[in-house]
């Protein structure tokens, strides 16, 4: 297989976010308890790291939310499907309101907020974050696992937007 050139009249940070505009990721919300009460925002960029121990990534930017999930000690990503969509939304608009009664939502008895429509609620405790760039790489250790299994369709950010995607279908040969 041959590859075209690389285009060398555009900067590589430009390529860069075209390039992942175009790799769709599935969507989470992550919340944490900051000093004025509960925060949370919408990531795409949520990935797993390790089995033994159960750990995670993710990265945060600017913003109130993202400053206080990155100096959290635990958090709680929240795996969400096609049926949180207006969870999504509200979470990734820094205006919109959230942890509101229509959210149904509670504080752990351990202090993290916990959305319980969320398919998955992965409390962790963050272990590693390294500054890069404008944004903190944040790993963490999965302390334990809610399931929800309402059988919702899988939600995934692409080309910045959110889609939906159909039940797999089975593999040709």
Known sequence: MTYPQPLQSE?????????????????AIITASGPDGAVGLTASSVASVAVDPATLAFSVTSGRSASHVAAAERIVVHLIGADQLELARAFADPAAPRFTQDMD??????????????????RCEIVHRAPLGGSVLLAATVLDIRP??????????????????????????
């Open 105 to 122: 939502w509670e504080l752990l008895p351990t202090g993290e907020p916990l959305l319980r429509e969320a398919q998955w609620a992965l």
């Open 11 to 27: 900067p590589v940070g430009d390529l860069f976010r075209a390039a992942f505009r175009s790799h769709p990721a599935g969507v």
């Open 148 to 173: 929800n299994l309402g059988g919702s369709a899988p939600l995934v950010y692409h080309d910045r937007e959110f889609h939906t995607l159909l039940r797999s279908v089975q593999a040709v040969g």
